[in-house]
């Protein structure tokens, strides 16, 4: 640990909420600074989600050869000197704005037939459960909602209720299409909870720690002085890194794997009968989940807020977190504009046939890992990559058989 | 999920009517081992889905009632009209010459080959020859119509994948391209009511030709590129093989013709079997599938672009000058004598044919369309059963149905 | 009353609520479910004991919390399967039909 | 690839006595075509997909006819004796006859694997209101599937045997066919100011001196023939 | 003490509503709201490793199969009514219940429970592994057989007879 | 291997994302109400009546209501009435003008029949697009004022085709000039004895067409049939 932990702007954040809540008497001050993270959790992450729908539909455009969303500007830039160029359109940053007010302000439907208490509690559950995951995640140096012992158990633990909100919502709409992502959801849940929590599993083995914050910790180091610890540098922590962003997506129900809401073939899947604010908080909840398991494969896989460079360590530790939550954010995007959909079942057998089997070899290569600390480092990371990279290649192999590009015959 | 082995041919089709299902002794004699009997006494957890007309994936308003157990489709059924207009009554009580703007609206990706189908079969029934040079611009517009309405499948088919837009953008990207030539040429970019009985409407200027050779020599590198994006694509390749196979037999037998019959394997191309036009002239190759699944029917499409760059390639070399309208050719007041005739050539989505009864009038007697993709959603069914939900929703893409059409 | 006596009163109602559901109702879905119930009125009693009760090892309360959480989600999977599976034979899920061990 | 008029005769061969015509076309294109008896029309069908040298087997396109009753007007010269006792005298009669209508089927077939044809095949019934019953040709070609149901739809030919006869571009509730000749449009209609004469004349039907906003009084549409 | 009531009060009515409602999924999703009520006496209680496993295993995985069951098993929407039971089964179970209930209550104000330490123990994540991988280790292997064998003991029930009518 | 060509097509993607910032082939999206696509000398929309006369567009018209194009449209959304009289065209002739002339551009398709078929080159296609209305009716319903458009304008949006027009035009017109200089010559030679009875055709003229003169005048506001309100 270098001198930069005690400068200003490192400790900012916490010395800011130390002045707005020391004054208060003992227990008073301890709610006022769970207050305070809930806020500004619920302001930072809210502002990014209505940030990330304009990045994600700007970085679709590109990708599509098209400008997305710019035309829609704040009112009153125009007159500012400095955003004059922009001729009050400012590349388009009111359109999460607009979204917004349009969301608010359309009808409510709820469909007669549907299951009304459910229609009703399925977004807000889901928005809740989305939002409780970030209470555990290590933002940056001791900035982190909630200090858990078992920090990585609760962040699965509440995770895992979201889909129970999507089946609630596919469920309680009385719609077929809607009825079907209900079951995608649920099959789709119970499929991808299991790789996402095993590929996890080996950073809890290595580090010794179910916290997050000591999950962190444990990477907060570098080899020879500038190869960071992180997990995802080490053969075992690259794979499960890979198993859980993929884990992730099915979990965050995006694409390649948003199967619920295939609008292909199930118009909105459990989306289909709302409407208005509902859809919103849906919406949201969409991008916050996305953003929760992003910020925890930051945290267990990439370092955490550790910066990737001892030199680098001026930079406040929360920027360096940022900068890789948004990292993995924009892969998501990348992700979502280049692949197509998979089928349920092959959704399945993903899952089951290669995510779990590669899953537990992992688990045997950290503990390989962990067997052969004395050997050298060289040695040590070519021999788990081959146990992982062997097993990797054949379950692909045997995944993709008999589909190998045709050869076509042609008649004169 | 097993595909269905083969589909069984007309007479033991399994029938598809709710109305007599005492004739049809349920859908046990379907294909596919995962389908269960329709008339089983307990039917209950069986889903009826209508899927469309306000679908987002079936190309314009379409609807397919679909019964599923689980998510398998055990009955579909094809339900359209929505956008019947009766345009074979519309053509029966104008001219024949006002009849051909009606046709641009058929299939509107493909109103050149519309155009082109038509006045052949007007042609036929007059006799009427067509110049040198009316021909040579003929096939270019229709090989460039082949790959403006190819790309544009390939790019639907990968959004009824699910993959959001992008390959679709790529491909109107390059669809745009060849749209700006026909509206530069026609004066509009999808009703161009450019072909004429006896010839062409305007003669393209020697810039304009250039701008096609521009667009020829330039179409081979986005097709790599797209084919870098999809065709290697696990999730493609997990897709579409082995998805909505059709026999050659049961392709035969159904009339299904284009780059669907191909991907079954059949050698029947228009363009070497009828060789209207100037097509014997030209050397360009069939590419024939093996399986006849979703995957061939795109690649047959991809590859088939191919070849039509080549043979516009070897056209664009040697276009004669010459007048492009048959001196004797008559614009109104056509009366071709009573007869009848067919005319089909080599559409994008298949044989698109006009037959036409003459009675002596400037009215023809009898206007008929023979629409493609009508009479390729034939088969629909018979390709889906066995197969998910969305599955058959790639199925119906890879089939290539445009609605003007098939309702007309 | 001490907080001991409590929980244990709160984990023998609980157990009161699933014992009725099982005895009662006939859908198996409900009676497997009361069951649950049950197991679970079981462990609040551990948690309870571990917390409040004489001091043993530290950790044994959670430990039998555990393994009987783990018991339990077994159970419920061979339940909800032998569920599927009676349905798949009469159709239903009725208990008082199913008294047929050959289908 | 045999004339139609070969292919006559093969038929007529294979089955004595069946009812097999051949028509000329006059036209251009000299597309003659064969007219089939509705009896045999399947059997020869049958033969015509499987005979190894003409192998149609696929059926291109179906079409469907409306010949309605045509009034002819003849004119014949008759001889008509001088009671006077002088020679003959010609007297034009004129003769009106009316030639019976009847709806036609036009099937064009091919062969894909010996990549020849056309051959026309028709099918004729018996007039056009109660006798209009034809065999379908779906059994031996499945593409007549569609395109037959659109000719039941559209003109009103029943096609006995087909496995899914119903409606197909029309609605199930529709009750006319509205590509016969004497179709009329049904009387529904939505006010439009267009300067269509006709659409005036028929808006003053449908809004006797009602204001602008009126619902149109949508009657149940009397269909132009029973 | 007040948590503690609330948390009661939200585990009984969840658990008795769920068991009266005659809709099926809403019975479910009560008893999700149940377990969640259990983890959060389990929290209350201090044994956070408990409460979490216990989110884990009920809220994500067992309400989960449950909802399959539910739907699997159904014939359309309305299906899940269930139809109520006969007045004399309802009687004799309720009887049975309260009678257990009782007796339950009865020994536990009878019995003399003294000796409450009011500190929850401290036990530590690591003493928790500790003692699962040491002392426990053949438990948490039988427990680990016991789980694979129920897995593929339920994929074998549920899944189709191969002769069974296609 | 597994994978390879999901990240081939990452690539793809990621080149394009990259492409759109730098490389105007891989961005081609034109950002329509700042910039506008040039269009081509062909584009065609809706039709419009060519005038001779700028400066009195409704003067010189050159359609002479032959109807031939309301025969022939394809949708039947030309409505042509003929005028009684006759008004001088450009070259002077005596010509039927179209009292009439309306154009349900909500039924129209802009097919080019009509100019295909017009023997004068009377009628023309617009290039105007951005005619969006409010009212679906009436806003749709162009008349002979909204249709009549100056021939510089033809030169202004179709400057080949309108030269080629015009050429064609002042050679016919050159003909038909020098035909009826012959005709006249002709006729100049044959007639030896001009009859008196011929002067009163002259004078008759001008008080033949009295009565219809402030006819243009009075067509222009009634031209269309009411279409606000069928007659009750």
């Not at chain 4, 997909?49 to 396109?61: G, I, K, M, Q, Y």
């Amino acid at each position: 640990m270098s001198a930069t932990n005690d400068a200003f702007l490192e400790t900012f954040p916490v010395t800011l909420r130390d002045a707005a809540t020391n004054w208060l008497p003992a227990p008073w001050n301890w709610l006022a600074q769970g207050l305070i993270a809930v806020v500004a959790v619920l302001a930072i992450f809210g502002s990014l989600f209505a940030i990330l729908t304009l990045v994600e539909r700007k970085a679709l455009g590109r990708v599509q050869n098209r400008p997305g969303p710019n035309r829609t500007g704040l009112p009153y830039t125009a007159r500012l000197p400095w955003l004059k160029f922009t001729e009050g359109k400012i590349f388009g940053l009111g359109q999460p704005m607009a979204d917004g007010i349009k969301m608010l302000t359309k009808e409510d439907i709820v469909p007669r037939e549907a299951d009304q208490v459910l229609h009703f509690i399925a977004p807000v559950a889901m928005l809740a459960m989305s939002l409780m995951t970030f209470a555990v995640i290590p933002f940056g140096r001791n900035l982190v909602p909630v200090e858990l012992d078992a920090s990585v158990l609760y962040f699965f633990a509440a995770g895992a209720a979201t889909e129970l909100a999507v089946f609630m919502a596919g469920w309680g709409s009385r719609n077929k299409f809607a009825l079907l992502a209900a079951m995608r959801a649920l099959a789709q849940l119970i499929s991808y909870e299991l790789p996402l929590i095993l590929s996890f599993v080996p950073v809890v083995m290595i580090a010794g720690s179910l916290s997050t914050v000591g999950i962190v910790a444990a990477q907060s180091s570098w080899h020879w002085g500038f190869i960071p610890h992180w997990y995802v540098l080490t053969p075992w922590g690259f794979a499960g890194f890979l198993i859980f962003m993929v884990s992730a997506l099915a979990e965050s129900n995006r694409s390649p794997f948003d199967l619920p809401e295939a609008e292909s073939e199930l118009i909105a899947g459990h989306l289909t009968e709302y409407s208005g604010f509902k859809y919103a908080l849906f919406f949201m909840a969409e991008y916050l989940g996305m953003t929760a398991l992003s910020g925890m494969a930051v945290t267990l896989f990439l370092g955490g807020w550790n910066a990737p460079l001892p030199f680098l360590q001026f930079i406040p530790s929360y920027v360096w977190f940022a900068v890789k939550l948004l990292t993995l954010l924009m892969g998501f995007i990348w992700i979502r504009a280049t692949l197509p959909r998979l089928r349920m079942d092959q959704l399945m057998h993903l899952s089951w046939k290669f995510l779990v089997p590669l899953c537990l070899v992992n688990l045997a290569n950290t503990t390989v890992w962990h067997l052969t600390a004395s050997l050298p480092l060289a040695v040590r990371w070519l021999l788990c990559a081959v146990i992982i990279v062997a097993p990797f290649t054949l379950i692909g192999r045997s995944l993709t058989k008999g589909v190998a590009p045709r050869t076509y015959r042609y008649a004169e | 999920m097993s595909a269905p082995s083969e589909n069984s041919p007309s007479a033991v089709r399994p029938p598809s009517s709710g109305a007599d299902p005492s004739a049809f002794p349920g859908l046990t004699s379907a294909p596919g081992s995962n389908i269960r009997a329709v008339n089983d006494p307990f039917h209950g957890d069986l889903l009826e889905v209508s899927m469309g007309p306000h679908h987002p994936s079936t190309h314009g308003v379409f609807r397919m009632m679909v019964t599923l157990d689980g998510e398998v489709v055990v009955k579909l059924k094809p339900v359209f009209g929505y956008l019947h207009r009766n345009h074979e009554k519309l053509g029966e009580n104008t001219t024949y010459l006002a009849s051909m703007p009606y046709t641009d609206r058929l299939d509107y990706l493909c109103s050149m080959t519309n155009n082109w189908a038509y006045a052949l079969a007007v042609e036929k029934l007059a006799g009427q020859p067509v110049p040198e040079r009316a021909e040579y611009i003929r096939l270019i517009l229709a090989e460039l119509t082949r790959l403006l309405n190819h790309v544009c499948l390939a790019g639907f088919l990968l959004q009824d994948c699910g993959a959001s837009g992008t390959p679709l953008m790529y491909a109107f990207r390059e669809r745009e391209k060849i749209l700006d030539l026909f509206e530069s040429l026609s004066g509009s970019r999808m009703m161009c009511n450019y072909q004429r009985f006896g010839g062409c409407r305007i003669d393209p200027s020697a810039e304009w030709l250039d701008r096609v050779r521009a667009l020829v020599a330039g179409f081979p590198r986005f097709l790599d590129e797209f084919e870098r994006l999809i065709t290697g694509n696990e999730i493609m390749m997990a897709r579409t093989p082995g998805v909505g196979c059709l026999s050659p037999k049961l392709a035969i037998s159904a009339g299904i013709t284009g780059p669907m019959l191909r991907a079954a394997g059949v050698d029947y191309d228009l363009r070497k079997v009828d060789g209207y036009g100037i097509y014997p002239r030209y050397k360009f190759r069939v590419p024939l599938g093996a399986h006849g699944d979703t995957y061939d029917r795109y690649m047959i499409r991809v590859l088939e672009m191919r070849e039509s760059l080549g043979l516009l390639e070897q056209v664009m070399k040697d276009i004669p000058g010459g007048p492009i309208m048959d001196p004797k050719a008559k614009l109104r007041g056509l009366r071709p004598k009573a007869g009848e005739a067919y005319g089909r050539i080599e559409g994008p989505k298949g044989e698109i044919g006009f037959f036409l009864i003459s009675d002596g009038s400037p009215n023809p007697y009898r206007y008929r369309v023979r629409p493609p993709s009508f009479v390729n959603l034939t088969v629909l069914e018979d390709l889906c059963l066995g197969h998910t939900i969305a599955d058959a929703v790639i199925i119906l893409g890879s089939i290539d149905i445009v609605l003007g059409e098939v309702d007309r | 009353m001490n907080p001991l006596q409590l929980c244990l009163i709160l984990s023998s109602l609980l157990f009161a609520v699933g014992l009725a559901a099982a005895l009662a109702r006939t859908h198996a879905i409900l009676v497997l479910l009361g069951v649950e119930l049950m197991l679970n009125a079981a462990n609040l009693n551990f948690i309870a004991f571990w917390r409040y009760g004489p001091p043993a090892s530290p950790a044994d309360g959670i430990m039998f919390v555990v393994f009987s959480i783990a018991v339990a989600a077994a159970e419920a999977a061979v339940g909800l399967a032998l569920i599927i599976a009676v349905y798949r034979h009469q159709k239903n899920i009725r208990l008082q039909e199913a008294n047929r061990l050959k289908g | 690839m045999q004339t139609p008029e070969q292919i006559r005769d093969r038929l007529l061969a294979r089955f004595p006595g069946a009812g097999v015509t051949f028509v000329a076309n006059p036209g251009a294109s000299a597309q003659h075509s064969l007219l089939l008896a509705a009896s045999e029309a399947r059997a020869i069908a049958e033969f015509l997909r499987d005979d190894p040298e003409l192998a149609l087997d696929t059926c291109s396109n179906v079409t469907g006819v409306d010949w309605p009753e045509k009034e002819i007007v003849e004119t014949i010269k008759k001889n008509v004796p001088d009671p006077a006792g002088g020679p003959d005298k010609v007297v034009e009669e004129k003769m009106k006859k009316t030639q019976p209508g009847c709806l036609e089927v036009i099937y064009h077939l091919y062969s894909m694997s010996r990549k020849q044809g056309p051959v026309v095949i028709r099918l004729r019934t018996g007039n056009r209101t109660d006798n209009v019953t034809l065999p379908s040709l779906t059994p031996v070609w499945r593409a007549c599937d569609f395109q037959e149901r659109e000719v039941y739809d559209l003109f009103g030919i029943v096609f006995a045997g087909h496995p899914d006869l119903r409606r197909i571009l029309m609605w199930d509730g529709f009750k006319d066919h509205p590509m016969r000749k004497d179709y009329v449009d049904p009387d529904d209609f939505e006010w439009e100011p267009t300067p269509h004469d006709d659409v005036l004349e028929r808006a003053k039907e449908h809004y006797p001196a009602a204001p602008v906003t009126a619902a149109p009084t949508a009657s149940p549409t009397p269909e132009g023939k029973a | 003490m007040i948590a503690f009531a609330v948390i009661a009060l939200l585990i009984l009515a969840s658990a008795s509503l769920a068991m009266c409602l005659r809709n099926l999924v809403h019975s479910v999703l009560l008893l999700v709201a149940n377990w969640a009520g259990i983890a959060v006496f389990y929290l209350w209680a201090g044994a956070e490793f408990v409460a979490f496993a216990q989110l884990l295993v009920y809220v994500g995985a067992v309400s989960m199969l449950s909802l399959f069951a539910v739907l699997l098993t159904r014939r359309s929407f309305h299906d899940l009514d269930i139809i109520p039971e006969s007045v004399s089964r309802a009687t004799w179970a309720l009887l049975t219940a309260g009678a257990v209930a009782g007796v339950l209550i009865g020994t536990i104000l009878g019995s003399p429970f003294g000796n409450v330490t009011e500190a929850a123990p401290a036990v530590s994540m690591r003493q928790l592994g500790e003692e699962l991988a040491g002392t426990h280790v053949a438990g948490l292997l039988v427990v680990g057989i016991i789980l694979t064998v129920a897995l593929l003991g339920g994929v074998v029930i549920a899944s189709k007879d191969k002769e069974d009518k296609s | 291997m597994l994978g390879s060509g999901l990240l081939q097509g990452l690539a793809v993607t990621a080149k394009n994302l990259v492409g759109s910032f730098h490389d105007p082939a891989r961005y081609t999206t034109v950002e329509y109400p700042e910039v506008k696509e040039q269009l081509p000398e062909s584009f065609r929309n809706f039709p419009f009546l060519v005038t001779d006369n700028a400066t009195d567009p409704m003067g010189a018209l050159r359609c002479v209501a032959c109807q031939i194009c309301e025969k022939e449209c394809p949708p039947q959304c030309i409505y042509i009435e003929k005028s009684k009289d006759k008004k001088p065209d450009a070259t002077g002739k005596p010509q039927l003008y179209p009292a009439v002339f309306a154009i349900d551009t909500s039924v129209c398709m802009s097919c080019q029949i009509c100019v295909e078929v017009c023997p004068f080159d009377a009628i023309k296609m617009d290039q105007e697009f951005e005619i969006a209305t409010t009212d679906r009716f009436s806003a749709l319903l162009l008349n002979r004022e909204q249709l009549a458009k100056p021939n510089t304008y033809f030169h202004q949006i179709r400057p080949t085709e309108a030269a080629e027009v015009d050429g064609r035009l002042t050679a016919e017109r050159k003909a038909a000039e020098e035909k009826a200089k012959a005709a006249a010559a002709a006729k100049a030679a044959a007639a030896a004895a001009p009859k008196p009875a011929a002067s009163a055709v002259p004078t008759a003229t001008p008080a033949a067409t009295a009565p219809t003169a402030p006819k243009p005048a009075a067509a222009a506001t009634p031209a269309v049939p009411t279409p606000e309100k069928p007659a009750p």
